[in-house]
T-cell receptor, first 113, second 114 residues
Framework: KQEVTQIPAALSVPEGENLVLNCSFT??????LQWFRQDPGKGLTSLLL?????REQTSGRLNASLDKSSGRSTLYIAASQPGDSATYLC????????????FGEGTQLTVNP | DAGVTQSPTHLIKTRGQQVTLRCSPI?????VSWYQQVLGQGPQFIFQ???????GRGNFPDRFSARQFPNYSSELNVNALLLGDSALYLC?????????????FGPGTRLTVL
């Protein structure tokens, strides 16, 4: 059974700081991994998707890496801003699971002005 | 283009009642998945429907059922509601034929069971 863990559960940083969010998964037989952002009480916004054959993806100030063999992914946020405050979730899709995603419990990020 | 839409936004029910939640996928997406997110936790997979057939089911009781219509919209039904069914219900759509099959989520329906 696939399990996804995100560390830390919560993070508070001053504006402008670079930060790293961690995601680990127990079964390396994944098809891809998605990082999402969730604002309080809202739906999920897709940030980045990394295929299992890829090492990293970048979008603006966000960079996600994937090490499939070790079961780890990181989301790097450069020059954090108060508007980045949200919960960040990673989710993996297993090779044979169709569209089913297995989520971690998220990292709640607060960026203080 | 419109994103994934869900209705209603909020819903309050009492124990034992039945509820129907609705989802419309992004135009061109034929796959719809449902997730339950309890406060403070990550979403849990309930169902996937593709081309009007169930393609996957998570670890949820038979009180949960769903269907997909010819226009690819979907309904999630929950019978005999329990207090523990209170959650944010999320719908996601994707293009299965696309290599990446990125999943896009709607805003969710907040269900409160009293």
């Amino acid at each position: 059974k696939q399990e996804v863990t995100q560390i830390p559960a919560a993070l508070s940083v001053p504006e402008g700081e670079n930060l790293v969010l961690n995601c680990s998964f127990t079964d390396s037989a994944i098809y891809n991994l998605q990082w999402f952002r969730q604002d309080p009480g809202k739906g999920l916004t897709s940030l980045l998707l990394i295929q299992s054959s890829q090492r990293e993806q970048t979008s603006g100030r966000l960079n996600a890496s994937l090490d499939k063999s070790s079961g780890r992914s990181t989301l790097y946020i450069a020059a954090s801003q108060p508007g980045d405050s949200a919960t960040y979730l990673c989710a993996v899709r297993r090779e044979t699971s169709g569209s089913r995603l297995t989520f971690g419990e998220g990292t709640q990020l607060t960026v203080n002005p | 283009d419109a994103g994934v839409t869900q209705s209603p936004t909020h819903l309050i029910k009492t124990r034992g009642q039945q509820v129907t939640l609705r989802c419309s996928p992004i135009s061109g997406h034929k796959s719809v998945s449902w997730y339950q997110q309890v406060l403070g936790q990550g979403p849990q997979f309930i169902f996937q429907y593709y081309e009007k057939e169930e393609r996957g089911r998570g670890n949820f009781p038979d009180r949960f059922s769903a269907r997909q219509f010819p226009n690819y919209s979907s309904e999630l039904n929950v019978n005999a509601l329990l207090l523990g069914d209170s959650a944010l219900y999320l719908c996601a759509s994707g293009r299965v034929s696309d290599f990446y099959n990125e999943q896009f989520f709607g805003p969710g329906t907040r269900l409160t069971v009293l």
